[in-house]
């Protein structure tokens, strides 16, 4: 699996947008970028999935460059509520395991 | 539409006793992933289960754990002889497909403490 680096940790404001950049210089044909989203004592919730360019959903957008050597998850207008650890996962998704770095801790600020 | 169900949420057990973790997958799943968290850290892989059958167990440790997934009932981890260092968040995921999008339901966890 593509090894990925993230910042370890991160503060925002309240109604800021809030970019994450994921770095996946070995990113395989096959591999999809993944994010989930972990809040304090709960398990991890899939938040975006992309292969190339851009994807959008209801929670997040996540902005693939052509090389695919790296990927940024936005989140529009964070809340305090946002306040959470934040995984990006690179690998084949016909791979049954999913292996989780230590993420990126986003701490949102009133 | 019930999610993943762990219990229990908290755990507390002495060296040497044995724990036992259970998952009930959501429903319509029946493929189930066993992840430990420890703190401050990413989770960690353990083992793939489908019903009655173990499909990776690359990440479970050789001795003391084991994993299973029988026909009916919960999926249930077990480790024996506890230590200290077993001390953790044990994860549980489901779903409904084995390949395909990565997308995997957790559960809220079990914490399990040894002293």
Redesign the interface.
């Known amino acids: 699996l593509a090894k990925t680096t993230q910042p370890i940790s991160m503060d925002s404001y309240e109604g800021q947008e809030v970019n994450i950049t994921c770095s996946h210089n070995n990113i395989a044909t096959n591999d ?1 970028i ?1 994010w989930y989203q972990q809040f304090p ?6 938040i975006i ?1 992309g292969y190339k360019t851009k994807v959008t959903n209801e929670v997040a957008s996540l902005f693939i460059p052509a090389d695919r050597k790296s990927s940024t998850l936005s989140l529009p207008r964070v809340s305090l509520s946002d306040t959470a650890v934040y ?1 990006c ?1 690179v ?1 084949d ?11 990126t801790r986003l701490h949102i600020l009133p | 539409n019930a999610g ?1 169900m762990q219990n229990p949420r908290h755990l507390v057990r002495r060296r040497g006793q044995e724990a036992r973790l259970r998952c009930s997958p959501m429903k319509g799943h029946s493929h189930v ?1 066993w ?1 430990r968290q420890l703190p ?6 353990m083992v ?1 289960l489908q019903k009655e059958n173990i ?2 167990e ?2 479970m440790p050789k001795e003391r754990f084991s994993a299973e997934f029988p026909k009916e009932g919960p999926s249930i981890l077990r480790i024996q002889q506890v230590v200290r260092g077993d001390s953790a968040a044990y ?1 549980c ?1 489901s779903s409904l497909f ?12 079990t ?1 399990l403490t040894v002293t």
């Open positions: 999809y993944t004592s709960q398990g991890p919730r899939f999935q995984y996962l690998g998704v016909r791979d049954d395991k999913i292996i989780f770095g230590k993420g | 993943v992933y992840y401050e850290e990413g989770l960690k892989f793939y499909i990776d690359s990440g994860f995921a084995r390949t395909g999008d990565y997308e995997q339901y957790f559960g809220p966890g914490r």
